[in-house]
């Protein structure tokens, strides 16, 4: 049987692509126990569109704290009314409660030679916002991520104390309650930065999602939601390659298709000051090349990045800005490029490596060559005979990457991928 990651690479693939449901007891609201397959409802193909759906950690500029998980738009063939709202008899939530907020998700893998299904993982998960349909017998169905339900409900509802907590806490606080555990499994946080305390909870305002970014904030730490599986856990980059990219020009059969982005400085991020916002606590680089570079006179407040502390324990302060400019004083390149269907083998914070080798040309024209008449490089008096390079774009092996977006287009079976150079 083939591995996953020689489908993967193969150049002809055959992907599984499935689509499942949980509806909610008319009486109770409680979920299915079990997951109801309808892409291939009543033994028929409804899929017309699987659409796509993309993760993201700060791939834009300035930004040093965000993660995103997209909503995902499908289109369905519903010439016999089988997504239809749950009055309709035919509908597939009759005798259910309504569409809204149904638990949806996707399953990939790749189907190898044998028929065997390999790899096959949950690519999304989320709930049915809306369903419209139309008289050309198609449904529209929008889903949101389970992200969405951290964005309801408000960081007051947790009556929270005015004593002391540690960030640890206050995500267990978020996290592990039912409402939440209904649709995101219970993981314990793992900040980069441990032990830095919120000195009045009480005071926190916003919704869920609002404080976790806040959170992440000051302690370096990135919030992670892949399907139904969240962390909460350091930006470092995995420890091992969890995939080497081949563009032009490689020995191996390419696996970039087209390079649509390619920031080779990756100043945009550079940020060298650290300061509390409305208050005295700072951090500056001592790097004085980049503070050449980047930063200029100091008292103009030129590419300062304010943090709001006002609530953070007083002793962490300095701890958390110091951590902050070690991590993005120095630029970043950044590629962006088209690829493969990569399922969940790739996600945000993952490293990778990408060989890209530019094209090369005759030093002089009009000078060619018989085989077996001159060893291979050998020079043509005192000039090279290949010496010169052409196009923009040449990466060597050696440097190393992390995943900051990827765009996984279930229709089209390809992935956007966005990285940045690990420094």
């Keep these: ?10 150049a002809y693939v055959r992907p599984i692509r499935k689509c499942y ?19 291939n409802w009543e033994n028929k193909d409804r899929v017309i569109n699987w659409g796509s759906v993309s993760l993201e950690i700060n ?34 939530w009759y005798g259910y409660l309504n569409r809204k907020y149904t638990k949806l998700k996707i399953t990939c893998g790749y189907m190898d030679t044998d028929n065997t299904e390999v790899g096959v993982v949950d690519i999304f998960e989320g709930v049915i916002d809306r ?38 806490n206050l995500m267990a606080d978020i996290m592990n ?3 939440i555990t209904t649709y995101i499994p219970y993981v314990a946080a793992t900040p980069n930065i441990a032990n830095i305390s919120i000195a009045n909870p009480s005071t926190l305002e916003g919704n869920y999602w609002d404080n976790i970014v806040y959170f992440a904030t000051i302690t370096n ?25 081949k563009g032009y020009g490689s020995d191996n059969q390419p696996d970039i298709y087209i390079i649509s982005y390619y920031d080779d400085e ?31 006179d100091l008292s103009d407040g030129s590419e300062v990045e304010f943090v709001d502390m006002a609530n953070v324990k007083t002793a962490n302060k300095q701890s958390i800005l110091d951590t902050l400019i070690a991590e993005w004083e120095n630029p970043r390149p950044v590629i962006e490029f088209d690829s493969k269907m990569f399922l969940n083998q790739l996600k945000p914070t993952d490293k990778v490596t990408v060989e890209v080798i530019q094209k090369l040309k005759y ?33 060597v092996s050696g440097r190393t990457w992390m995943v900051v977006k990827i765009i996984k287009n279930i229709n089209n079976w390809t992935s956007k991928i966005k990285i940045e150079e690990i420094v």
């Design 221 to 245: 730490s990135i919030p992670l939601l892949i399907g139904s599986t969240f962390s909460f856990t350091s930006r470092t980059a995995s420890a091992l390659s969890q995939w080497d990219f």
């Design 266 to 296: 990756g100043a945009d991020k550079v940020r060298l000051r650290f300061q509390e916002n409305g208050g005295s606590t700072v951090s500056i680089s001592t790097n004085a090349t980049l503070l050449l570079k980047y930063l200029g």
């Design 363 to 395: 030093a002089s024209a009009g000078r060619g060559f018989t085989w077996d008449s001159w060893t291979w490089d050998e020079p043509v008096g005192n000039i090279p005979l290949w010496d010169e390079e052409t196009g923009a774009i040449s990466i």
């Design 177 to 179: 309650q039912t409402k």
């Design 131 to 168: 369903v419209i349909v139309g008289e050309n017998q198609q449904a529209r169905v929008t889903i949101l991520s389970y992200q969405t339900i951290l964005k309801k409900y408000d960081i007051k509802d947790l009556g929270l104390a005015s004593a002391e907590r540690t960030i640890e």
């Design 59 to 92: 791939h834009q500029p300035a930004e040093i704290d965000k993660f995103e998980v997209s909503n995902l738009s499908m289109v369905f063939s519903n010439n016999e009314g089988h997504f239809n709202a749950d009055t309709f008899t035919n509908s597939i």
């Design 1 to 10: 049987m083939s591995t996953i990651t020689q489908l993967i690479r193969s």
């Design 21 to 39: 449901i949980k509806r909610r007891n008319i009486t109770t609201g409680v979920y299915e126990t079990d997951w109801m397959r309808i892409d």
